[in-house]
């Protein structure tokens, strides 16, 4: 039976809690308070099981797993954001040629599920504002923002032509899918060039070291967290139409 190590991040009162689940990295479930992050996180490992085995993992949801809380950060700036400054043990292991094309693989699919779910709806669709919360052209250019910067963060250098690509995300004239697609190819063609010494190297940005391994984290967690939203607002949508 699996078990999932669950590395918590979360303000010393215990609010505002993710929890990154590192065996399936890209996979983070998060909630107000600890607990209730905690309560979810069953729930959303299911939820990535399924991405997984929809783009081919022998893996699926249905198979029982335990969790164990292997680390609990509860210091630093951005707390709950994702990111804490300290950091998690198996951020700082090298990154392997494996493991790397295993990220990319899954980095490439979750752009396959991004422009999927904008795919067919309209633009008035795409830029409408819920009652609360960001609209979903708003969410997909924070995605696409984000991408190329823990791509420079991770030390992996600057990938070129994404700015005009970005400029046609904000612009939000259709075609949001293909600007998105476009983007994933840019990065993906930057990452194919990753070297040895990249993979091993340690990188001060203010108080947090920056590895490949902790790059990639953020590269995956960061548009699974907010493709979830979206395909929350999506499904709350149909659920007020019926």
């Known amino acids: 039976m699996p078990e999932y190590a669950l590395y918590l991040e979360s303000g010393p009162r215990m609010k505002t809690t993710m929890v990154h689940v590192l065996d399936l990295l890209g996979c983070i479930a998060n909630g107000s308070t600890t607990e209730a ?21 022998a893996t699926g949801p249905e198979g029982t797993f335990t969790t164990r809380i292997a680390a609990h950060v509860k210091e630093g700036s951005w707390i709950g954001y994702g990111d804490p400054a300290p950091g998690f043990a198996p951020d700082f292991e090298p990154l392997s040629e494996h493991d790397e094309k295993t990220y990319r693989r899954r980095f490439n699919e979750l752009g396959d599920e991004l422009g999927a779910l904008v795919r067919g709806l309209s633009t008035e669709a795409i830029s409408a504002r819920p009652a609360k919360g960001r609209s979903l052209h708003e969410i997909a250019s924070h995605i696409a923002n984000a991408e190329p910067e823990y791509v420079r963060a991770a030390g992996f250098g600057k990938a070129g032509g994404v700015k005009d690509v970005l400029e046609a995300i904000e612009e939000n004239t259709g075609g949001l899918d293909e600007k998105l697609a476009e983007l994933w190819r840019l990065i993906d063609s930057h990452l194919e060039l990753i070297t040895d010494v990249e993979r091993t190297q340690r990188i001060q940005r203010g108080e947090k070291t920056w590895t490949a391994r902790r790059g990639f984290r953020r590269m995956l967690e960061h548009p699974w967290e907010h493709l979830r939203e979206m395909q929350r607002r999506l499904a709350g949508a149909r659920v007020e139409a019926t």
């Open 37 to 57: 992050a905690l309560e979810g996180t069953p729930g959303e490992i299911r939820v990535f099981l399924h991405f997984l085995r929809n783009h081919g993992s």
